[in-house]
């Protein structure tokens, strides 16, 4: 694989390929530029590392998958195991295997979908992000070298200079994009009350690295062409004279919010990092107190000037905020491009060693606390994750529902989804007389999984949206919006005078999401309420609009005497 930037008499055909076949078709008219094997010489695998002994080091190193050597291959950049299935995104596919007899060799290879970045554009803009929805749905991030999908369901998406978000049910179908307009979200990770987030890499050229809250339908604004405008030697290869005026940089598209910001895009919440890679939410269990509530974020600058980070956001109206005061260095000295937690009280890095060309040394290493390392919590974690969750009874996975490591919790709730009826009724009184907030938010969340297959189990969801907790009434909102319960409707719109900003956002998008047109004038009263204040407000009654709104009646806005009012029918 290709960086652009290393072979410039590509750049003008790079930028006019769409579909994988374009690329394939570019290197074979330029053959003669390179080897006769280049693109085929070496291949992406997948290797299991093993701690036998349990000293805390790897001493067995095994290939579960190999030889995916087409001319079109690579890179591979994320990896998912759910249970026995492992996703893996490889250019131009996502890949899933399944390990049948346990013996950690992959039994087969399925395609869920192909055509993801077609274009070669700059190294490392790939498909990264694997990581599983508390929805049960499987999300992946994608950089600006773009995609052209065509779903099972016949459904076309496609942009081949930008980025997003994507989700798709396990065995692949129902992909749908997600966010849009990024440059390149290296991972994503869901906090522990069910938000998504990422962190884009900033494009050298005087903006930073940022910090997104990936919310429904928003978009960070970035497009390729914002750095072929901010690059000479772009400019100069696609035949511009010199470097151009960039609104990217001039508008102020890729700072937090500020008056006068453009209002078509949805800004960071913070800035972090120089070069963003991995990303992960501590689950609960392994580092005590000290991170909790705490992202840790990857920032490789090529050299040992690198680390990693831990920050925490705080809510701002219907998004977030990262203050200064809540960002500090994990761990310093190395050049990390991924970061995992482990179940044994450790955090694992992937070390590249440095630079940015391919090498043949990079290595795993582990930070802990030791003192927590061999707390009981920890011991009582590793204990619960080797034995599995196949064979508990439907009491004690209820039980664990409320357990102080989110991946326990979220297992335990896929387990009781797959547990049929009894699994259906326990996720239900979970959901409403779970004795703490997270023990409720996975039986909504597993609810939520079944409705998705079967619409009558939604009836529980529709009393949460007048629930006491906010985190209840939140999820309920995005959740019945998902779910497209029509019934829900008049409860939804009386969400939209909720006292928390975040459930009126989560509202609004149901009530688009539902396409019900009554809902316009209260949709019209959040914006004029808001008046331009908050975006990420704004973002959600647009959608609402987007969905049950007409042209013709948001047209006839544009005189209206409030400027929130205005700008939302603008932007619907």
Known sequence: VIDVRNFMFLYKDDLQVKTTADRLAMIEKWKDKFPKDFFTSASERIRVLEDSDGDGKADKVSVFADNFRDVADGPAAGILVRDNRVYWTNIPRIWAFDDKDGDLKADNRDVLSEGWGPRFSISGHDLHGLTEGPDGRIYVSLGDRGYNVTTKEGVTLTNTLSGGVFRFDPDGSNLEQYYFGLRNPQELAFDAYGNLFTVDNNADIGDGARVIYLMEGGSSAWSHGWQLLANDGFAKAAGLPGRQPNPWMEEGLWKVPFPGQPAWVLPPVGHITSGPCGLAFYPGVGFGDKLKDHFLVCDYRGGADSG???????????????????????????????????????????????????????????????????????????????????????????????????????????????????????????????????????????????????????????????????????????????????????????????????????????????????????????????????????HAAVMGLVGCGEPKALSALTTDASAGIRMGALLA
Not at 369 to 389: N, T
Not at 425 to 448: I, M, Y
């Open 308 to 538: 990693v980070w831990s920050f925490k956001l705080d809510a701002k109206g219907a998004g977030f905020e990262l203050p200064n005061s809540q960002k500090e260095k994990f761990c310093w000295g190395l050049p990390p491009t991924d970061v995992v937690f482990g179940y044994d009280g450790r955090a694992y890095i992937s070390d590249y060693i440095g630079g940015v060309e391919l090498n043949n040394h990079g290595r795993v290493v582990t930070v802990s606390d030791p003192i927590a390392r061999e707390s009981v919590a920890v011991k009582e974690l590793k204990a619960l994750m080797a034995a599995g969750f196949s064979k508990r009874s439907v009491a004690e996975l209820a039980g664990l529902l409320g357990h102080a490591d989110r991946r326990v919790r979220q297992r335990a709730q896929s387990s009781l989804v797959a547990s049929g009826k009894d699994g259906a009724q326990a996720l239900a009184v979970a959901a409403a007389k779970g004795a703490t907030t997270f023990a409720r938010l996975h039986g909504l969340w597993g609810l939520w999984q079944l409705a998705r297959r079967d619409a009558g189990l939604a009836a529980p969801i529709q009393v949460l949206l007048t629930d006491a907790d906010e985190r209840m009434r939140e999820q309920a909102a995005k959740v019945l919006g998902d779910l497209r319960v029509a019934g829900a409707a008049p409860a939804l719109m009386n969400a939209l005078a909720d006292t928390s900003a975040r459930v009126r956002s989560f509202a609004a998008i149901a009530l688009g999401r539902l396409k019900h047109i009554a809902a316009v004038p209260e949709l019209l009263r959040l914006l004029k309420d808001n008046n331009n204040q908050d975006p990420w407000l704004r």
